[in-house]
T-cell receptor, first 116, second 114 residues
Framework: AQSVTQLGSHVSVSEGALVLLRCNYS??????LFWYVQYPNQGLQLLLK??????LVKGINGFEAEFKKSETSFHLTKPSAHMSDAAEYFC??????????????FGTGTRLTIIP | GAVVSQHPSWVICKSGTSVKIECRSL??????MFWYRQFPKQSLMLMAT?????????EQGVEKDKFLINHASLTLSTLTVTSAHPEDSSFYIC??????????FGPGTRLTVT
């Protein structure tokens, strides 16, 4: 069984400040891990993914995340927040397999608000 | 990567009617597509896995007779919400699994049942 927990349903940061969105996972097998962003009334867009290669993953829009097996974490960070970063962010986990029909399990999401 | 489209983007229907939502993989032949629903301010929940040429696999608690899925070709999967009720109002999102780990998502369809 696999699951993800996102700590903090709402996070507010000032423009230019560090963004830190937390994600902890639980998986019986080594997982793939993902961060998705969802802007209002839109679908999901992949920010970045961990696929057992480098533990520090860089994504789009200046975001990055670090896989820490000892902490079962995959926190998302960005050094300097922009107003355009305001959105809902979802962490997701999937088993490390390539059969093609494995499920993505999503966290409950974190709404990021940027304060001018 | 696969470009995924959904149609319609927003639909309003009356209670008791049926609504069909299309998910198309525009540049990738998808043997597997996934359907999710998202209630307001909540996460995405997987409803079913759509398999080309065979029956869909539904998640526990999802009524297969209410949410009919047809994956008739490698580029099209449809979700039909039958006898829709206001509680079915939600955001429905499909995704296509491409090579390796990547899953591409459609833009979503907002269903409002009045």
């Amino acid at each position: 069984a696999q699951s993800v927990t996102q700590l903090g349903s709402h996070v507010s940061v000032s423009e230019g400040a560090l963004v830190l969105l937390r994600c902890n996972y639980s998986s019986s097998v080594p997982p793939y891990l993902f961060w998705y962003v969802q802007y209002p009334n839109q679908g999901l867009q992949l920010l970045l993914k961990y696929t057992s290669a480098a533990t520090l993953v860089k994504g789009i829009n200046g975001f990055e995340a670090e896989f820490k097996k000892s902490e079962t974490s995959f926190h998302l960070t960005k050094p300097s927040a922009h107003m355009s970063d305001a959105a809902e962010y979802f962490c997701a986990v999937r088993p490390l397999s390539n059969f093609g029909n494995e499920k993505l399990t999503f966290g409950t999401g974190t709404r990021l608000t940027i304060i001018p | 990567g696969a470009v995924v489209s959904q149609h319609p983007s927003w639909v309003i229907c009356k209670s008791g009617t049926s609504v069909k939502i299309e998910c198309r993989s525009l540049d990738f032949q998808a043997t597997t597509m996934f359907w999710y629903r998202q209630f307001p301010k909540q996460s995405l929940m997987l409803m079913a896995t759509s398999n080309e040429g065979s029956k869909a696999t539904y998640e526990q608690g999802v009524e297969k007779d209410k949410f009919l899925i047809n994956h008739a070709s490698l580029t099209l999967s449809t979700l039909t919400v039958t006898s829709a009720h206001p509680e079915d109002s939600s955001f429905y999102i499909c995704s296509v699994r491409t090579s390796g780990s990547r899953a591409n998502f459609g833009p979503g369809t907002r269903l409002t049942v009045t």
